[in-house]
């Protein structure tokens, strides 16, 4: 399927409308030839060995370190059963263990299924059956092993390989972190179920090869909730996310080789950081400036010391610097590009950060299913506001008829926004039918509503599915709705995503009490803590006799949607 719609592309022998204002430095028509991932771990090993990899927290490790305990890691698994084909979850923050365990069970053909640390225990638990893993690798902190631990026995999952905080901290924090964090540490059981990772990196590295077909082998699982219902998992394979690196190289040809420093403090389980901050920056031989968690003194700190030329981030992340109040006593002049992506980004939030940095403020536009990236504001030549740019080299989109789902739509004119390319996913994770639909007429369908101008550049007015976008992150209503509905009182509800200045989305729940039921806000808020993640809860609860419905009895988001898309519009008014 990959491959197919990667060579339409190619062979389209009419101009498309955006190659009117392409930049001149790039080139659409760029061929991508298939090859497995971990080529880019070997490439940066061989050209920048001696060159910083990763500094975290003042940790400074090379790519020759790095593509040691890869190599090291990938052995390890081996020997602890670990085979071609499996499954092998990742529950980890940013920290260096994130980046070597992802290209280790690459190398043996293993596939990566990411976890967000912060997800509740029954959306784990989901994602682990689901997708079958058997290993997953997290830290020796309290908060991510509790989690991992309380699955073996219940899921399919046989056995965790422990990661040391400590381990990866610079002097004296490594000696000190066991001392003074020593209550956020993990009690680690002694079991045959616990791989602590100092054991399964003492080998000497001579992994077993594995042959990969890049095109046919899955990388990564990333689960998303796609068009409609629960999270799945978007096979992305070698060559798509292989691909959507080189793309991005492509778009970025003023980037120097060996010399770029990343800020990485976007997640890398979240599929914008793990191409944009990880699979590009290996690329391209930089040095990741790695934050486990984003901080907002902890990031201007961070900026102004270690000096990143490169920060791909979401547009809360650049709101919150914008607005810090002593923003204009830091020195961010290092930075000289920035791509913002996972939601759309306020106008005025662009223009203070530029006016701040000096650097190029870009939006850029993409879907789990495709690697994310598709689209993006050219850093050079016409950045048009309000729109998510032009097609990655080698994409092409097309605008199709909303009913039928199929007919291309007028230049200028509505419709969904259709994919195609190299970095388009391989389907759903054991979901045949969802991914017919999802790939109608070998097209990706993304959900989204929008249209062309008149130079082929892409606006997004509306999404068709109800996925809310909070800070970056995917909120799926219906996981929200469940939760919800588990408590005793609840009638019914309904979870739609508000406007919010600072996040994009935000979470509001709207609930109808059984009868002769008592519950506040604050009590349901205190029953949903162990059943949401922090991202999903809602940020407002409103209880009404009735919600509406549509004329067969379902339970209906557009009347509220309108409710509050309009009570946004009149707060804004009356703040002018």
């Not at 992802?102 to 059956?129: C, D, K, M, S």
């Not at 970025?252 to 979240?270: C, W, Y």
């Not at 979470?507 to 993640?533: H, M």
Request: include cysteine; aromatic fraction near 8%; proline fraction near 7%.
């Amino acid at each position: 399927m990959t491959q197919m719609m990667g060579a339409e592309v190619q062979a389209d022998a009419i101009d498309p409308v955006w190659l009117k204002r392409y930049p001149a430095d790039v080139d659409w028509r760029q061929a991508f030839p298939p090859a497995p991932l971990t080529s880019l771990m070997d490439h940066a090993v061989a050209t920048y060995g001696n060159r910083p990899a990763v500094d975290f927290l003042g940790k400074i490790m090379t790519y020759e370190q790095i593509g040691r305990l890869v190599a090291q890691a990938a052995k390890g698994l081996q020997q602890i059963g670990v085979k071609q084909g499996d499954r092998v979850g990742l529950f980890l923050p940013n920290t260096p263990y994130s980046i070597i365990y992802y290209y280790a069970a690459l190398t043996i053909g293993a596939t990566i299924v990411n976890f967000n640390p912060l997800y509740a225990p029954r959306e784990i638990e989901h994602q682990v059956n689901d997708s079958g893993i058997r290993v997953m690798v997290t830290l020796d902190l309290a908060v991510v092993y509790d989690k991992a631990q309380a699955l073996l026995g219940k899921t399919c999952l046989e056995r965790i390989v422990v990661c040391p905080m400590a381990g990866v901290l610079p002097f004296p924090k490594n000696l000190l972190f066991p001392l003074v964090k020593s209550k956020e540490i993990g009690r680690i059981e002694k079991s045959a179920r616990i791989v602590h990772h100092k054991g399964l990196v003492r080998n000497d590295g001579r992994f077993a090869p594995v042959p990969i077909d890049p095109e046919a082998t899955v990388a990564v699982l990333q689960y998303t909730g796609g068009t409609t219902g629960l999270p799945k998992g978007a096979m992305l394979t070698h060559a798509n996310l292989l691909a959507n690196a080189r793309q991005l190289e492509a778009w970025f040809p003023a980037g120097r080789p060996g010399e770029e420093r990343t800020m990485v403090v976007l997640p890398l389980f979240h599929v914008f950081a793990m191409t944009v901050c990880m699979n590009y920056s290996i690329l391209a031989g930089a040095c990741m400036i790695m934050l486990p968690r984003f901080d907002l003194d902890q990031v201007l700190d961070t900026l102004a010391k270690k000096k990143p030329s490169l920060f791909p981030g979401v547009p809360t992340m650049y709101t919150a610097i914008a607005n810090h109040p002593k923003i204009r006593e830091v020195d961010l002049s290092s930075i000289n590009y920035c791509l913002s992506g996972g939601a759309p980004l306020p106008l005025e939030v662009k223009h203070i950060f530029e006016k701040l940095t000096g650097c190029t403020l870009v939006e850029g536009y993409g879907l789990t299913e495709t690697s994310p990236v598709t689209h993006c504001n050219p850093f050079t030549g016409v950045s048009k506001e309000g729109s998510i740019g032009l097609p990655m080299p080698g994409t092409t989109i097309e605008i199709v008829d909303l009913e039928d789902g199929q007919t291309l739509m007028p230049q200028g004119e509505r419709g969904e926004i259709c994919i195609r390319g190299p970095q388009v996913m391989a389907g759903y994770w054991n979901k045949p039918e969802e991914t017919a639909r999802a790939m109608s007429g070998g097209r990706l369908h993304t959900g989204d509503v929008g249209y062309l101008d008149e130079d082929g550049y892409a606006f997004i007015v509306d999404r068709i599915k109800d996925l809310i976008i909070a800070g970056g992150y995917n909120v799926y209503p219906r996981m929200v709705e469940e939760a919800i509905y588990l408590h005793d009182s609840v009638e019914e509800c309904t979870v739609i995503g508000i406007p919010d200045e600072y996040r994009g989305q935000t979470v509001k729940a709207f609930v109808k009490l059984r009868e002769g039921a008592i519950l506040t806000a604050a009590e349901l808020t205190a029953f949903l803590k162990e059943r949401l993640s922090p991202i999903e809860m809602p940020k407002q609860i409103e209880f009404r006799d009735a919600l509406p419905k549509t004329l067969i009895g379902k339970l209906s988001k557009k009347e509220l949607v309108q409710e509050e898309t309009e009570k946004y519009k009149a707060r804004r008014e009356a703040g002018k």
